[in-house]
Nanobody, 115 residues
Framework: QVQVVESGGGLVQAGGSLRLSCAAS????????MGWYRQAPGKEREMVAT???????NYADSMKDRFTISRDSGKNTVYLQMNTLKPEDTAAYYC?????????WGRGTQVTVSS
């Protein structure tokens, strides 16, 4: 079994910052790509950022100037630093690990940005 657990969400004012954390554990043998996705009420889930096992990153265009994904070297632990948050960033943020063509998802952490 694989467990993916997110933390760090909360309520923040517009212009503020938050740092999300995600740790994957269980039957994982190696270092795998991971990523952050988000889903706002009434909208489809969208990619925020991904990072390979080697640290190569990819971002959604609308977030690449404000968000930074990183990971602990040699671990399946990733972070999402979010700066200059906007009300439209309000969403549930989900972490995922991609292993053997399967995606393992966490339950999500809520980020709410007040105006």
């Amino acid at each position: 079994q694989v467990q993916v657990v997110e933390s760090g969400g909360g309520l923040v004012q517009a212009g503020g910052s938050l740092r999300l954390s995600c740790a994957a554990s269980g039957s994982i043998f190696g270092i795998y790509p991971m990523g952050w996705y988000r889903q706002a009420p009434g909208k489809e889930r969208e990619m925020v950022a991904t990072i390979t096992g080697g640290g190569r990153t990819n971002y959604a265009d609308s977030m690449k100037d404000r968000f930074t994904i990183s990971r602990d070297s040699g671990k399946n632990t990733v972070y999402l630093q979010m700066n200059t948050l906007k009300p439209e960033d309000t969403a549930a943020y989900y972490c995922t690990l991609l292993m053997s063509n399967l995606s393992y998802w966490g339950r999500g952490t809520q980020v709410t940005v007040s105006s």
